[in-house]
């Protein structure tokens, strides 16, 4: 092999991803790299599905609870830190896998970091106000009027990815999913974009177990722990926010789990539309046997 290979293995919120990640890295002798967000952070757990201790112990992972809360963390932070941590791992390793749900964060790292045009500070400051006195809501509503190709594919429940689309439109007259993708980028590694596909029936039937399952670990438990910081960026978070209410009094705990299944289910249908919008992309069936799923992988990495 002349060449390094990354193997990036993505789709939506409990398909499986980090079952198949660990079966890869075993096959190929190598590591994980997360692409995960929210699993950046020590202080989030439970919410965030971080690798049990016993997955961890199994093949190296990076990027994992690394960070904490209290400090902001950008998609050109994972971009800066992961292009280190991959030229590390592609010294001892040919090939290394890369496995999570952060469509924004893979494609900057595969297809680089899009440039905006400067934008007003005034425009930022106006849609911050009407988030504080209309809500969210609003905001998304504003969204999918200016760029519904992005409202379909961002995570509507993170204001600040919001914000950050809407002032582009409105600073710039043009939509911002217009600018993204536009950046040629070079690599010293080939990779390969491997979807996961399950039926959504049943994907949504183990979104729903899975927000039961981190109820039963004492995911409430963690959430008030963290309550204190509710406002930072990093807990505004499908999971997070819903149990923030309950603890405010704004809703009954059982309507808390219920409202956490549907906007989880939410998420990973967009989700799903990010990563289908993403070029080269192969889709493979998640309950593949081993054999015939790392024998695709091992035709993709010889092409």
Known sequence: MTRRHLIVLVGPTA???TQWAIRLAKHFNSEIVSADSRQVYKEMAIGTAVPTEKELLQVPHHLIQHRSIKDPYSVGDFVKETKAILEELFQQ???????????????????????????????????????????LR???????????????????????????????????????SSY????????????????????????????NKRVDEMMAEGLLNEVKGLEVYKHLNSLQTVGYKELFKYLDDQCSLEAAIEEMKKNTRRFAKR??????????IIWLPWNASEKDFTEQIEKLIQQ
Not at 101 to 125: K, M, N
Not at 138 to 161: C, G, H, S, T
Not at 186 to 202: A, W, Y
Not at 271 to 280: E, I, V
Request: charged content about 30%; aromatic content about 8%.
């Open 93 to 135: 390793h040919e090939i290394v896998i890369m496995a999570g749900g952060s469509g924004l964060y893979i494609q900057a790292l595969l297809f680089g970091l899009d440039e905006f045009p400067e934008i007003d500070p005034q425009i930022r400051e106006d849609l911050n106000s009407v988030l504080k006195s209309k809500g």
């Open 138 to 176: 609003e905001l998304q509503l504003m969204l999918q009027k200016e760029d519904p190709d992005y409202y379909e594919k961002v995570d509507l429940e993170n204001p600040q990815r919001v914000i950050r689309a809407l002032e582009v439109c409105l600073g710039t007259n043009k939509p911002y």
């Open 15 to 17: 398909v499986g991803k």
């Open 271 to 280: 989700q799903g539309t990010w990563f289908r919008k993403m070029p080269g």
């Open 180 to 207: 993204l993708g536009k950046k040629d980028v070079q690599h010293n590694f080939d990779f390969s974009l491997i979807g996961l596909e399950m039926d959504r029936e049943l994907l949504y039937s183990r979104i």
